[in-house]
Nanobody, 113 residues
Framework: VQLQASGGGLAQAGGSLRLSCSASGTIISPYQMTWYRQPPGEQRELVASITSTGTTNYRDSVKGRFTISRDNAKKMVILQMNSLKPEDTGVYYC????????WGQGTLVTVSS
């Protein structure tokens, strides 16, 4: 299984980015999928998750700003990030919520103030 996250980059505070995660070597439809991030010098943390039936959950700090979605046919998980803040800076990864697959390289998001 390979997970490829993309869409990161440099954004100004208040801006938006759309992250995509593409899975190969597996289907994703039966699984809860999650976006994580690792801020500089910190531990990886959960950002948002989506169950196989589409129920979503977000960490408090991103509620109302981020939206997670999935396209099972394309084996993709999307994270729409709006109203970005400098504290959203980090490397973003996606993975299966339960037993994780091998971690991909992630995609770097940098938000300037």
């Amino acid at each position: 299984v390979q997970l490829q996250a993309s869409g990161g980059g440099l954004a100004q505070a208040g801006g938006s980015l759309r992250l995509s995660c593409s899975a190969s070597g597996t289907i994703i439809s039966p699984y809860q999928m999650t976006w994580y991030r690792q801020p500089p010098g910190e531990q990886r943390e959960l950002v948002a998750s989506i169950t196989s039936t589409g129920t979503t959950n977000y960490r408090d700090s991103v509620k109302g700003r981020f939206t997670i979605s999935r396209d099972n046919a394309k084996k993709m998980v999307i994270l729409q990030m709006n109203s970005l803040k400098p504290e959203d800076t980090g490397v973003y990864y996606c993975n299966r919520a339960t037993v994780p697959w091998p971690w991909g390289q992630g995609t770097l998001v940098t938000v300037s103030s």
